[in-house]
């Protein structure tokens, strides 16, 4: 299994020397496996297990934690990392709860931060990843954060990555389909493990759950089923799309005709994201048009932001606000982005 999960996460024969060698350089041992398993049982014994490690212990623990993961890989740490917790007994031998929710959320951070990685390599190196084995990743990380009985976490973190998805496929039109596939299949896979979570609580922490995530769920799987809908509008005309992305005024054309299927669809995020570059664009040659298109980016994002605070999704609901708020005070729209603001000052919850 181990050597299954090593072909997915390490890099391929063409760059792994160089990154062995960047490894070397930079003065990072190369640490054996066995040598990291025995390591990370270690650290991660007292990181969890009793007496709880003073604040200098816990962040020298972490600090080493991290020199781990740094020279074997954030994937590799984090699976020997949940593979230690999954096999550890709730008690220990005094009969000591092990405090198992820190190494959940760490092995959660350091995936979700491969996640980030593999997202910046389809741009910078165009190396190639399936829907299947990115929601594999996703899966897992959301997984970690409900291990550590932080669920709100992982749903933040997994609907962020779908934002960074999207900025990618109006930045990069040739691979808006391919981009539009990870992002589909990342809102399935978390709404799959809301409802599991939901549903099936037998063995999980009662604090997995929050009041909010039946409709959580439901707002999980509204954002997949939409963004379906403008991948298959979308499907229609992508030769089309990617051939007037190759002329650098048909950019302004193809990123109408995704806003066009982005509205159709209610696909707030990608609705945003296309007018946004679309008024950026036009900016110079249309003012009013682009001042338009930028004021409906500001509305949903302030609609996004409206429902995720009702879901108790407080990060992205901030997110959410001071992106409107930018856009609002670009174009000079002092009453809408005061009405933004007012929203930003109040507390989670209240707005």
Request: charged share 25%; net charge positive; with cysteine.
């Amino acid at each position: 299994m181990l050597r299954k999960i090593k072909q997915i996460i390490t890099p391929p024969p063409s760059r792994r020397k160089s990154a062995s060698a960047s490894a070397t350089s930079s003065g990072t041992p190369v640490i054996a496996d066995r040598e990291i398993v025995a390591a990370l049982k270690r650290l991660i014994g007292a990181l969890v297990g009793a007496p709880p490690p003073d604040d200098a212990s816990r962040d020298r623990i972490l600090a080493e934690i991290r020199q781990i993961a740094k020279s074997t890989g954030l994937y590799h740490a984090a699976f020997q990392i949940k593979v230690q917790l999954d096999g550890m007994p709730r008690l220990d031998a005094e009969g000591n709860a092990y405090r198992k929710e820190s190494g959940y959320l760490l092995s959660g951070e350091f995936i979700h931060a491969q996640i980030l990685r593999e997202i910046r390599a389809l741009r910078t190196e165009s190396r190639p990843i399936g829907p299947k084995v990115f929601g594999g990743y996703c899966s897992e990380m959301v997984s970690c954060y409900f291990g550590g009985r932080n669920p709100r976490r992982g749903v933040e973190a997994a609907i962020g990555v779908v934002e960074k998805l999207l900025t990618n496929a109006v930045e990069e039109l040739d691979a808006f389909g391919a981009y539009l596939a990870l992002a589909t299949q990342t809102l399935k896979t978390t709404g799959a493990l809301v409802r599991e979570a939901r549903v099936e609580p037998i063995g999980r922490p009662a604090q997995n759950a929050w009041p909010e995530d039946e409709a959580v769920e439901a707002y999980l799987l509204s954002m997949h089923r939409k963004l379906k809908l403008c991948w298959n509008s979308f499907s229609q005309y992508q030769a089309r799309v990617k051939e007037e992305a190759r002329r650098e005024q048909g950019v302004a054309e193809a990123l109408q005709n995704i806003f066009g299927a982005a509205q159709e669809t209610r696909c707030r995020s990608l609705a945003a994201l296309a007018g946004e570059r679309l008024g950026q664009i036009l900016r110079a040659a249309d003012v009013n048009r682009a001042a338009m298109l930028l004021k409906h980016a500001a509305q949903q994002r302030e609609v996004q932001g409206d429902q995720e605070d009702a879901l108790d999704l407080h990060g992205l609901s901030a997110q959410r606000y001071g992106q409107a708020h930018q856009l609002l005070t670009k174009i000079g729209d002092k009453a809408a982005a005061a009405q933004v603001a007012d929203k930003m000052g109040r507390a989670p919850g209240d707005r």
